[in-house]
């Protein structure tokens, strides 16, 4: 068959019958790529490596509402009736623990190694809002960064990763509680920035192709050109997953109202609240902090430095000058949304957040950030009570 140019792999769609999800997996291990996809692990949804799409999470559905998280029988024949769980792609691209480089001496002179090589990934099943996450971590880590903006660190492992990578994004049709990717346009429906994009109906899917890449892939499959009642039914299940967001998001003047707020009493609220777990921030596809460790393994004489996952809410991370500089729950839930709302604009030129909800899910006592949001919108602050933050 003849692969369609960039115009068409745009536009044009095929229907790929379910028993052809095997196939696909075949397909891209026999290119050379680890396939990622969703998987039932302790009765949660995440993301691990799968040989067979016998491995893929199917007939399921999640309840997700604050501080709570449960899967449930669904339909049988269904692989995505569930969202997204508390791990993303994040995982594999910027791993939460990874060894940068270690050093040895042998006779009279140092060695060094560096970290491992970046692997070849091909994720299916990644969400709408998860590829919007991983186009904004492309402007973190320097693949893609915004004009005028400056990446916090070039990262060559992430960046290699990226290039190598392959999505096979899937559209929701059923959002979840805590889910607002509605209020960012992240979501239900992806937009850009995958390879292929599927939206499932009962015993197939509408498959859309957003690069070359994908539509060489969809042409190697048993897939056929979609009925017009195939792709009426798409339409109408995604304008269905639009109007039945779980949560909702003001987000004009966002930016502004957090900028007048630092003072609030809102931050004080939370602070009674806020266990300053740092779930939110690990469980985000988005956030970004690290920090680096050195070991010595005195048996081998070896030296290496291991780069983890940071959370702006551990004392250590704003430690300077013989203290931490936010040592409150207070100052430092303001920090985290303000930055993910507010501040990461004049960063990155986007938003921090993309409206996945995993915040909301998987904070132990259940603080929104949207009804946070909306209580500072329902009672703004005079413009003479703005100020530094403290």
Request: proline share 7%; hydrophobic share 35%.
């Amino acid at each position: 068959m003849q692969t369609p140019d960039s115009r068409d792999a745009a536009t044009r769609k095929w229907h790929l019958p379910t028993e052809a999800m095997d196939e696909l997996v075949r397909l891209l291990r026999d290119d050379g790529y680890t396939v990622i996809a969703p998987t039932v692990v302790d009765d949660v949804i995440m993301l691990r490596p799968v040989t067979a799409a016998q491995q893929i999470a199917r007939g399921l559905r999640d309840q997700q509402e604050p501080g709570r998280y449960r899967l449930e029988k669904g339909d049988p024949d269904l692989y995505f009736e569930h969202v997204v769980g508390p791990d993303s792609p994040k995982r594999y691209f910027f791993p939460p623990e990874q060894k940068l480089v270690s050093l040895r001496i042998e006779g009279d002179r140092f060695v060094t190694e560096g970290g491992p090589a970046p692997p070849k990934l091909a994720f299916i099943g990644v969400r709408p809002c998860e590829v919007a996450a991983i186009r904004i971590q492309d402007r973190v880590f320097g693949l893609d960064p915004a004009p005028g903006s400056f990446p916090c660190e070039a990262d060559a492992y992430y960046c290699e990763a990226r290039r190598q990578a392959l999505l096979v994004a899937v559209n929701c049709t059923r959002p979840g509680g805590a889910c607002f990717c509605g209020s960012w346009d992240t979501g239900p429906a992806v937009s850009d920035g995958y390879d292929l994009a599927m939206t499932e109906l009962k015993g197939g899917f509408v498959v859309s192709a957003g690069s070359d890449r994908g539509a060489d892939l969809v042409e190697r499959l048993p897939a056929r050109a979609p009925s017009p009642a195939e792709l009426e039914l798409e339409t109408l299940k995604l304008n269905v997953a639009r109007e039945h967001m779980g949560r909702h998001l003001e987000t004009d003047g966002l930016k502004e109202l957090l900028d007048a707020s630092v003072d609030h009493p809102v931050w004080d609220d939370v602070a009674d609240r806020c266990l300053a777990c740092t779930n939110c921030t690990m469980v985000c596809p988005t956030c970004f902090c690290s920090t680096v460790s050195d070991s010595n393994d005195l048996a081998t004489g070896e030296v290496t430095r291991t780069r983890m996952w940071e959370s702006c809410f551990t004392d250590e991370f704003s430690y300077a000058g013989g203290e931490s500089v936010r040592s409150s729950i207070r100052a430092k839930y303001r920090q985290w949304m303000r930055h993910k709302l507010d501040t990461w604009w004049d960063q990155f030129d986007t938003s921090g957040c993309v409206g996945c909800g995993r915040c909301i899910t998987w904070c132990p006592v259940g603080i929104d950030l949207t009804e946070e949001s909306a209580k500072i919108r329902a009672n703004p602050p005079a413009a003479a009570e703005s100020g530094v933050a403290r």
